[in-house]
């Protein structure tokens, strides 16, 4: 199956900054057909990058939508509007459940609003620290993946990507919090299991499940290994482009 390296830049970098890191990005990336690159910048960078990125290389994606099409939600930014600008959409990330209060119902219609506009959402699920000691982790993912992917048909279901992104990893910066290859394989196995019972084996296996958390150049390998895993979500190593080419480079030599 394909792979794909996204880097989620969060609300980092001015715009002027973000079409530095993407000229230089596109300098150092050759096209490659098995492994996809996206990364995520703020809404005000986006519109910009699209007219500069080469989709050969890079593509786009949001790192938060809003479902309804137009109309009087002040601030807001739809799906609607991002179509053309950007591939993907990343979806009920931790951070936009936990700080901006996103329900599975909103996450829901996300993934419709994102699919309707012929963008493909990156649907995040994660359990916390708590959730994680209580045994409670595959409740949780469970509840997430149903909740959000309940207005999805069969046929659509394949223009979708799931994203595992235990909250406990996020942004760690020692290992003692780093979730293992093992756990995630547990976790990924048993995304995978759900995901065939409800869309069936032969499309269950064609959907495409990356992991996220305090990924970096020197854990990448050996994440890209796990079985069940097609690529990495990545968030403070994207921000420096170094690290982030060491990580597309790690993911170009284990798909070949
Ligand atoms: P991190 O972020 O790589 O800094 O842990 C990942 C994410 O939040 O998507």
Redesign the pocket.
């Known amino acids: 199956m394909k792979s794909y390296i996204v880097g989620?830049w969060?609300m980092n970098f001015s715009v002027g900054e973000s079409s530095v890191y993407l000229h230089k990005l596109s300098q150092k990336l050759r096209a490659s057909r098995g492994l996809t690159v996206v990364v995520s910048p703020s809404f005000v960078a986006l519109q910009p990058l699209s007219l500069q990125i080469d989709r050969k290389k890079l593509r786009l994606a949001a790192q938060a939508g809003n479902p309804h099409d137009f109309g009087a939600y002040t601030g807001a930014v739809s799906y609607t509007q991002l179509r053309g600008i950007v591939d993907y959409g990343?979806i009920g990330?931790?951070?936009r459940r936990q700080l901006f209060h996103e329900s599975d119902k909103d996450i829901r219609a996300s993934v419709a609003a994102a699919l309707r506009n012929q963008i493909t959402p990156i649907l995040?699920v994660g359990e916390t620290e708590t959730e994680h000691t209580f045994g409670e982790t595959e409740d949780v993912i469970r509840d997430q993946l149903l909740g959000g992917l309940s207005e999805v048909s069969t046929e659509d279901i394949s223009k979708v990507i799931i994203?595992y992104?235990p909250i406990w990893?996020?942004?760690?910066t020692t290992d003692a919090h780093l979730a293992s290859p093992d756990e995630i394989g547990d976790v990924a196995g048993f995304i995978r299991r759900t995901l065939k019972d409800t869309y069936g084996a032969a499309t269950a296996k064609e959907i495409p499940l990356l992991y996220?958390?305090?990924?970096?150049p020197s854990n990448a390998g050996g994440y890209l290994t796990i079985p069940e895993i097609n690529g990495l979500?990545?968030?403070?190593?994207?921000l420096i482009a170094d690290q982030f080419i060491d990580i597309i480079e790690i993911a170009k030599k284990v798909q070949d």
């Open positions: 989620n969060k990343i990330h931790s951070e995040c994203a992104e990893a996020i942004s760690t996220g958390g305090s990924v970096n979500l990545v968030g403070g190593a994207s």
